[in-house]
C-alpha cells in the first residue's frame, strides 16, 4: 500500500500527543547532555536545568541559548571539536564542515554510526514526502566534500531502494549528460545550481522540459521557496521541486516540503523542537509573525545541540495550512534569509530574498549580482546587475524599466539602478549563491575606511 507518509503514526498525530513526545525527547536530550557533554552540560547546571524540572515544553525556555560564536569560542580553544562532544572522537565515523558562506572559520563536526542512521531517516520523510519512491533513479548535484549538504539524502535515497547517480567531481556539462544519458527521474542540487544546469542543457540541445526527471529536491539556499524562482525551476525542467532546509551544526534537514507545495516547509517535529523569536528581545513570536528559528535537536548523539540561535528567518503557522494531513507546523516561505541578510539603504529595509522574488519574474534573466556601493563618499546606493539570456534583445529594455518599477514599488520607492550586465560576466555557483556585494565605505571603523 502507497502513503503520503514516510512515517505516518508520527506525521499525522494530534498536537497533544505530538507535544508530549517532544518534552519526553526533550528531557532524554538534557539527561544524555548532563551525562556526556562537559561544556553543555555545565551551561544546563548553572542553569539549574535537570529533566525533572521541565514540566511543559515551555520550560525549554529556561535552558540557555547556544549562539554560533560561543561554540567556535570553544573549538577554537580546544581545537579541533572544542568540549562539545558527547562521546570520545573514536567512536565517530564522519567528520562534516559548515560551508562557511559568512567568511568565518567552519565549525567542525563529528558523527557516530547511529547519527548517520537518524540523519538519513530524516532525509527519508522529505524525499518520500515529495514522492520519491523505489523506483527512481536519483542525481546527486553535489561535490560530496566536507559540506554536509546531500549526504543524508544520498543515503536515504539508497534506504529507499532507489538508484542513486553520484554526481560528484564533475563538469556542468557532465552532469546535464548524465542526467540524460542514464535517464535520473529525480534531481538534488541547490536551487541557483538547478537554474545553472537548465542553461546548460539549453546550450547542448538537451530538452529538461519533456525528459524523465520529474522531481527537484532543493536545498542550501532560501531560494527553494521564492516563489518567482521556483517557478523558474519547474519549468525550464518539466517537473515539480521542493524546498528542504538544515544545517551542519544539527547534520541533516529540519523541514521538508511536501506533494502538497504549500507554499512552505514542514518541520521535522517529531525530531526537533523549534521556537521562532525576536532577535532583539529574545522573546518568542506567535504564529504567522517573522523571527530568528532557535533549534533543538533530539537526534544526533555526538554533539548535543540545545537552543541553537540559527539567524535563520522564518514566520511559523500552523500545519492544517496545508491540506496533505500531516500535523507537523509550516514555515510559510521556508527559510526568508538571514537575520544578519537585512540591509539599509538609507533607511528602508532591503533584503536579498525580496530582490529575487522580483528579478526571478523574467525567464530570461541567466543571473543577478546586487551592488551596495557609496555615491561621492557620500551618499548610499543599491544597484542590481542583470545578465540577461543572448536572445533577450528588443524585451530587454522593457524589461529593465519594468524590473526597476517594481523594485522601487517593493521597497517604499528606494531608488534601486538596474543595468544591464556582459554575458558570463557575473560568477556562477555550484553550492550556496552570494549575490550581494557590498562595496559601501563605513566611517568611523578601525581603519575608518573599511570597505565591506
Ligand atoms: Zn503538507
Redesign the pocket.
Known amino acids: 500500500m502507497d502513503t503520503p507518509y514516510w512515517n505516518p503514526r508520527m506525521e499525522t498525530q494530534s498536537r497533544e500527543r505530538l507535544e508530549a513526545l517532544q518534552l519526553r525527547k526533550l528531557r532524554a536530550a538534557v539527561a544524555w547532555t548532563l551525562e556526556r557533554a562537559p561544556w553543555q552540560g555545565d551551561r544546563l547546571r548553572a542553569a539549574g536545568i535537570t529533566p525533572e524540572s521541565l514540566r511543559t515544553l515551555d520550560d525549554v525556555r529556561r535552558i540557555p541559548f547556544l549562539t554560533r560564536e560561543e561554540w567556535m569560542e570553544s573549538q577554537g580553544e580546544r581545537p579541533p571539536f572544542g568540549d562539545v562532544l558527547a562521546l570520545p572522537p573514536e567512536a565517530a565515523i564522519r567528520y562534516h564542515t559548515t560551508s562557511g558562506t559568512s567568511g568565518s572559520r567552519p565549525l567542525a563536526v563529528l558523527d557516530s554510526p547511529k547519527d548517520w542512521e537518524w540523519i538519513t531517516e530524516m532525509w527519508c520523510y522529505a524525499l518520500w514526502g515529495f514522492g520519491v519512491r523505489p523506483a527512481d533513479s536519483v542525481f546527486f548535484a553535489f561535490s560530496y566534500g566536507t559540506f554536509v549538504g546531500f549526504w543524508g539524502a544520498h543515503y536515504a535515497a539508497e534506504k529507499l531502494g532507489c538508484l542513486v547517480l553520484p554526481g560528484g567531481n564533475q563538469s556542468t556539462e557532465a552532469r546535464v549528460r548524465m542526467i540524460d544519458t542514464v535517464g535520473a527521474t529525480v534531481v538534488c542540487s541547490t536551487p541557483t545550481y538547478a537554474l545553472r544546469m537548465a542553461q546548460e542543457a539549453e546550450a547542448l540541445g538537451i530538452d529538461l522540459r519533456n525528459g524523465p526527471v520529474r522531481r527537484l529536491i532543493l536545498s542550501g539556499e532560501p531560494a527553494g521557496s521564492i516563489p518567482a524562482t521556483k517557478a523558474l525551476i519547474e519549468q525550464q525542467w518539466g517537473a515539480k521541486a521542493a524546498d528542504t532546509a538544515g544545517m551542519t551544526e544539527v547534520g541533516t534537514i529540519i523541514m521538508f516540503e ?1 506533494e ?1 507545495q ?1 507554499g512552505g516547509a ?1 518541520i521535522l517535529e517529531d525530531h526537533f523542537l523549534e521556537e521562532v523569536i525576536d532577535p532583539a528581545t529574545d522573546e518568542p513570536v506567535p504564529h504567522g509573525e517573522e523571527g530568528e528559528r532557535v533549534v533543538t535537536s533530539f537526534g544526533r548523539g555526538f554533539i548535543p545541540v540545545l537552543r541553537y540561535r540559527t539567524r535563520d528567518l522564518v514566520c511559523r503557522v500552523p500545519g492544517d495550512r ?3 494531513g ?1 500535523t507537523f507546523d509550516l514555515y510559510d516561505g521556508g527559510i526568508r534569509g538571514r537575520v544578519d541578510d537585512m540591509k539599509v539603504v538609507r533607511g528602508t529595509n532591503v533584503y536579498p530574498r525580496a530582490i529575487e522574488g522580483i528579478v526571478r519574474g523574467w525567464e530570461s534573466v541567466e543571473e543577478f549580482q546586487i551592488r551596495l556601493f557609496t555615491q561621492q563618499g557620500i551618499r548610499d546606493e543599491i544597484e542590481v546587475l542583470v545578465e540577461f539570456s543572448g536572445d533577450a534583445g528588443a524585451e530587454r529594455d522593457a524589461a529593465v524599466k519594468e524590473m526597476t518599477r517594481r523594485l522601487c514599488e517593493a521597497h517604499e520607492g528606494l531608488r534601486i539602478g538596474v543595468r544591464v550586465a556582459e554575458p558570463d560576466s557575473l560568477p556562477r555557483f555550484e553550492l550556496k549563491a552570494k549575490r550581494l556585494r557590498d562595496e559601501r565605505v563605513v566611517w568611523g571603523s578601525a581603519d575608518d575606511r573599511k570597505v565591506m
Open positions: 511536501c502538497h504549500p514542514h496545508c491540506g496533505c500531516r
